[in-house]
């Protein structure tokens, strides 16, 4: 039915001590944009975000130069010197730590709102010609929100959701709480620390961000031709998922999980970054879309039929959920507190 393409199983045992198969090959759904039968489209996406809740999407109409500029800005940053780049703070620059609560991982960040006026107003933090930063950064938002919109428009149809934009306006809105992050991981021969805060010598296929789900409603990534991110299968099989520096990658957000809980359509998807190249550089970036804070995250009218089939989860705003996730660990199900028992 779709362009299926093999994914490669993870042969070893990884650290994490899980057991995952061996030789097995599976098929990620590509969602190609340009397809004409809109009807046809909208069933594929559906299907794709329950079956799998990640997959790639080609024909998307982002053009290169907008990919190009935002790596090569990237990489311009990341290859500053470590006291450079921790002035980069308010930009949300990190290096191993990921969030408030111990968990680390082999890589640096930056992390920071995909609001316009906060990045020309923090952009002189972080390049020495902001204006290209700041230019490459909104184009390059631009492109991933347009990405996003143009799948969960299509989710939606493929639901028969009556308000063709249930879910699209909710990341266009102005007061969005959508993120940008850029992830750079260093080849893991690097030792040298002094110009490599991240360096740790050799870490071939450890952890390089542990396993989780993305909180938000959709995920737009992007990453290099550098293998390392890994999803796992409703049946909990961990599989690799072959680098495609040309397409993006849509990843189900725990938001959108529960926008349509009730009906248990979609999950989102737990994913992770294994380091296992050694000589190469991989580059990541993620854009997060999310709703306003004061945004009720409950399902859709149309996705509850009480009482054969009521919300699985209390509302809670998205402020909520936001403040119940940085007092979580990475790899927690941070829904849980929320359901209805
Ligand atoms: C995972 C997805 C995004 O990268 C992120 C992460 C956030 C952070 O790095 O600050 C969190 C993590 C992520 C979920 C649980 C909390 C918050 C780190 C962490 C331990 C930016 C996000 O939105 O949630």
């Known amino acids: 039915q779709w362009y299926c393409e093999p994914l490669l199983l993870h042969k070893k045992q990884d650290k994490l001590g899980q057991k995952t198969k061996e030789e097995t090959t599976m098929e990620i759904p590509t969602i190609d944009l340009s397809m004409k039968n809109r009807i046809e489209l909208s069933k594929q996406v559906v299907k794709a975000c329950e079956e799998f809740g990640i997959f790639k999407v080609v024909n998307h109409n982002v053009p290169r130069e907008v990919v190009v500029r935002m790596e090569e800005e990237g990489a311009e940053f990341f290859a500053k010197s470590n006291s450079e780049k921790q002035q980069a703070k308010p930009f949300g620059y990190g290096c191993k730590n990921i969030g408030n609560n111990g968990d680390v991982g082999e890589l640096e960040y930056l992390l ?4 316009p006026q906060f990045i020309s107003e923090s952009s002189k933090s972080i390049s020495n010609h902001p204006n290209k930063f700041s230019g490459a950064v909104n184009n390059y938002i631009e492109g991933a929100k347009g990405v996003a919109c143009e799948i969960l428009n299509l989710v939606v149809e493929g639901l028969g959701v009556q308000d063709k934009f249930a879910l699209s306006k909710l990341i266009k809105d102005v007061e969005s709480d959508s993120l940008l992050r850029i992830n750079h991981y260093p080849p893991s021969m690097t030792t040298d620390s002094e110009m490599d805060p991240c360096a740790t010598g050799n870490t071939n296929n450890t952890i390089g961000f542990g396993e989780h789900s993305d909180p938000q409603i959709l995920t737009i990534m992007r990453f290099n031709d550098v293998a390392g991110l890994q999803a796992t299968t409703h049946d909990g099989i961990w599989f690799t998922v072959p680098p495609d520096p040309h397409n993006f ?22 994913h992770r970054v294994l380091i296992t190249d050694s000589l190469k550089t991989r580059t990541s970036i993620m854009y997060f879309g999310a709703p306003p804070l004061n945004c009720l995250i409950t399902p859709l009218p149309e996705m509850v039929k009480p009482p054969q089939n009521p919300s699985r989860y209390k509302p809670f705003t998205w402020d909520d959920y936001k403040k119940a996730m940085y007092s979580c660990r990475l790899g927690d199900s941070r829904l849980d507190p929320f359901k209805v028992h």
């Open 112 to 115: 920071f709102p995909t609001n």
């Open 249 to 270: 990658f849509a990843l189900v957000g725990d938001a959108l999980q529960v926008l349509f809980f009730s009906n248990e359509r979609f999950t989102s998807v737990r």
